[in-house]
């Protein structure tokens, strides 16, 4: 399966500032998503990126808390804007290929002060 | 909207045991469903996928799926210490985004 590259692996920022986090593969992949996975939480999907176009949020997620951006098939950022306590969290890039199953990345730890 | 259930646990099994972890889900369009298993501090690994009804085998691994019952489950034979980890239920309805579950604790004891 594909390597996939997470940086960075954490972080502590104070609130009200924003963080990208980038997500690279090492070969094209068709599919790239970012996740939430809360302290003792399961994964909540936040959007799927979709290369040259806007990123396919879920409920709950707006384009404006995380921007998100693909610029092509094997690169993608996740940036979490005027961050509060409450966006503490593991945020992960995962990546899929045709029909293929999701692999993850080994995700962003980010604490929020 | 996609449930996925899955209890908590843990689940404790003595080495060497099989241990049974068990998921539901409500989305009758569900096709293809996953396994991961999550050590903690770490990310999510995909252990094993099922598609069709029945029983896929995959060293100590086997999943068994029955959609008619909205049930998929995951054996694991002669369970090791290095076993223990939280092992999340997904599905898809085969446009790839995935519902997880809850996960299961499993406890694999020496």
């Known amino acids: 399966s594909a390597v996939i590259s997470q940086k960075p692996s954490r972080d502590i920022c104070q609130r009200g500032t924003s963080l990208t986090i980038q997500c690279q593969v090492d070969?094209?992949?068709?599919?790239m998503f970012w996740y939430r996975q809360q302290p003792g939480q399961s994964l909540t999907l936040i959007a799927t990126a979709n290369q040259g176009s806007e990123a396919t949020y879920e409920s709950g997620f707006v384009i404006d808390k995380f921007p998100i951006s693909r610029p092509n098939l094997t690169f993608s950022t996740l940036t979490v804007s005027n961050m509060s306590p409450e966006d503490s969290s593991i945020y992960l890039c995962?990546?899929?290929?045709?029909?293929?199953?999701?692999?993850f990345g080994d995700g962003t730890r980010l604490s929020i002060l | 909207q996609k449930e996925v259930e899955q209890n908590s646990g843990p689940l404790s099994v003595p080495e060497g045991a099989i241990a049974s972890l068990n998921c539901t889900y409500s989305d009758r369009g569900s096709q293809s469903f996953f396994w991961y298993r999550q050590y903690s501090g770490k990310s999510p690994e995909l252990i094993m996928s099922i598609y069709s009804n029945g029983d896929k085998e995959d060293g100590r691994f086997t999943a068994q799926l029955n959609k008619a019952s909205q049930y998929v489950s995951l054996l694991i034979r002669d369970s090791q210490p290095s076993d223990s980890a939280t092992y999340l239920c997904a599905l898809s309805t085969g446009y790839s985004t995935l519902t997880f579950g809850k996960g299961t604790m499993l406890l694999v004891s020496p």
């Open positions: 995962s990546v899929a290929t045709d029909n293929q199953p999701q692999h």
């Open positions: 070969s094209q992949v068709t599919m």
